[in-house]
């Protein structure tokens, strides 16, 4: 064998590694520990240590038990306690002198900690801005660089709000468990809010997103791994659901530079095979009889992706649902959306009637209400208002392919304003 | 309607920076510029130096007092302006929330009251 080749299949194995054991075995040490930090530490030194010796002496039967021993000395060396120490002494591991004990230690034996490591990100003690980033820091493995540049903040902001979160979880002593049945429900939402949040950064915090890269891949990743430890609660299934079904629609979104509104979007850009996993799980959701917010906003999405195969939306469907989600979560977003459905199944006026009924100040600042009323006013053929309404919006949108989106409709409008 | 989005941070998050962190900073700053100027509604934009090398002139007190230094020592320092072209206080609102330094800073939005356009003053439409 040619070491070159010995190289590459060892630094293969161990990105693969880090790309599915990470959270694993990083939930396992430091849910002994309580301390996240030096559980980190550990690991990337036990991964160091891979990279420089399996090389040599080739990748071991059991890589995960490997780097869980190796993480686990480190851990013992930082913390000084001599009485702790493993049998296995680092240098035996690192020479290749493989001792019988690391094959019976097998990380797949030990209970997944990654369930009570998400509950502990997502602790109500911890500020709920730094609860997305810690859960794909701590669970996904990703640096705080790549975290950063998602979320469009300097690195150093962001590390020091990590290192911040970090120290609170080990010196308030944040217990790594799972909340029992009783507290599950309450302690649920915010892991869920948390993933979603990883998703939704994708809608921009800063104008102009060409260079920033997305998230959507690894909260999908990460409902999808909480589906896989919570297979009983319905909300976890309907958001694995949500986002199966949003990062199949993915393609067919536009860029930054044209943007495509769903019910215009080229369906056969769909991805089928994560539409019937979004199917899979909001089908296992439903035997609960449950609902929740996450679910609802799933059968919305399932709702426009039948469109892939009937050929046409059903809008009173979605009607349906949004009075739903508004009932259960009267989110602005929400409110506007079931405007529109309304204006779809019942006649614009309907829909403005809707729109009107929605109180507060915060929606004459809010984009999407004057997107919806322009193109109702435009559907009633009131057009000096449309033009109005379209103006409103455009001053208010910061991307510019929405806003050429807007511009060529309010285009479409004013052949006929001479009309009022 | 003319806005000026005054950009304050503070000061070690210029110093401290990694070339990292500069650039994609400066990435920030040149996306959101090239969004607002897309739109139509950059009027003017001006990133300033560190306060190290800022110098305060005065003659409040009667005599001329130049100063090494920034008008005020305060944590977060003045570092930038935006003035923008918008219909109202909303769609000012919509791009302030948007700025970079609004990540790492406060954006304050003022509304301009008079401009010399011309060889004279005009007062805001």
Request: hydrophobic share 45%.
């Amino acid at each position: 064998m040619d070491s070159g080749r010995v190289t590459t299949t060892a630094e293969v194995r161990a990105e693969e590694l880090a790309r599915t054991s990470y959270g694993r075995l990083l939930a396992i040490l430091a849910a002994s520990s309580r301390d996240i930090e030096t559980a980190e530490d550990a690991l990337a030194d036990a991964f160091a240590r891979a990279l420089s010796t399996w090389p040599k002496s080739g990748v071991p039967n059991n890589p995960a038990a490997w780097l869980l021993t190796v993480a686990r000395n480190r851990q013992r060396d930082v913390v000084r306690s001599a009485a702790d120490r493993l049998t296995v002494s680092i240098d035996d591991v690192a020479t290749g002198r493989m001792s019988q004990a690391l094959d019976g230690l097998d990380p797949d034996a030990i209970p997944d900690r990654r369930l009570a490591l998400l509950f502990v990100c997502a602790h109500p003690a911890i500020d709920p801005a730094v609860r997305t980033p810690l859960m794909l820091q701590t669970v996904l493995g990703f640096d705080a660089e790549q975290i950063a540049r998602a979320f469009a903040i300097p690195t150093a902001t962001l590390a020091q709000r990590l290192v911040r979160a970090k120290r609170r979880i080990r010196d308030a002593r944040i217990p790594f468990l799972v909340p029992d049945r009783r507290q599950l429900p309450s302690r649920l939402s915010p892991v869920l809010e948390a993933i979603y949040g990883a998703y939704a950064i994708d809608f921009a915090l800063v104008a102009g997103v060409a260079t920033r890269d997305t998230l959507a891949g690894e909260a999908h990743w990460l409902a999808v791994t909480l589906a896989d430890l919570l297979p009983d609660e319905p909300e976890v299934l309907g958001l694995a659901a949500l986002l199966s079904f949003s990062l199949a629609r993915r393609p067919a979104r536009g860029s930054v530079d044209e943007f495509v509104p769903l019910d215009e979007q080229e369906t056969s850009l769909w991805d089928t095979t994560l539409i019937s996993t979004g199917e899979r799980y909001l089908h296992r959701a439903r035997t609960y009889t449950e609902i929740g917010r996450f679910q609802i906003e799933a059968a919305i999405q399932s709702v426009h992706c039948a469109r892939a195969a009937s050929g046409y939306t059903d809008w009173a469907a979605l009607g349906t649902l949004y009075a739903a989600l508004v009932s259960i979560s009267p989110t602005l977003g929400a409110r506007v959306a079931q405007a529109a459905a309304i204006g779809r199944t019942d006649g614009a006026s309907a829909g403005l009637g809707a729109l009107d009924a929605i109180f507060g100040e915060s929606v004459q600042r809010f984009q999407p209400a004057w997107a919806v009323r322009a193109q109702l006013l435009h559907q009633a053929g009131s057009s000096n208002d449309a033009l109005a309404a379209y103006d409103r919006a455009i001053s208010l949108t910061t991307e510019n392919a929405e806003r050429a989106y807007l511009e060529q409709r309010r285009a479409q409008l004013v052949p006929h304003d001479g009309r009022e | 309607m003319r806005y000026a989005l005054l950009l304050h941070y503070p000061q070690p998050a210029v110093s401290n920076l990694s070339d990292e962190d500069l650039k994609a900073g400066k990435a920030a700053f040149h996306d959101y510029a090239k969004a607002l100027n897309d739109a139509g509604v950059l009027t003017s934009a001006e990133v300033l130096q560190t306060v190290a090398s800022a110098t305060s002139v005065s003659l409040k007190n009667g005599s001329l007092h130049v100063q090494d230094g920034p008008f005020a020592e305060t944590r977060e320092q003045f570092a930038g302006i935006f003035v923008i072209n918008v219909p109202d206080l909303d769609a000012a609102l919509a791009w302030a929330e948007k700025c970079p330094a609004a990540q790492w800073g406060t954006v304050e939005i003022r509304p301009s009251a008079v401009r010399f356009v011309d060889g004279a003053w005009i007062a805001a439409e």
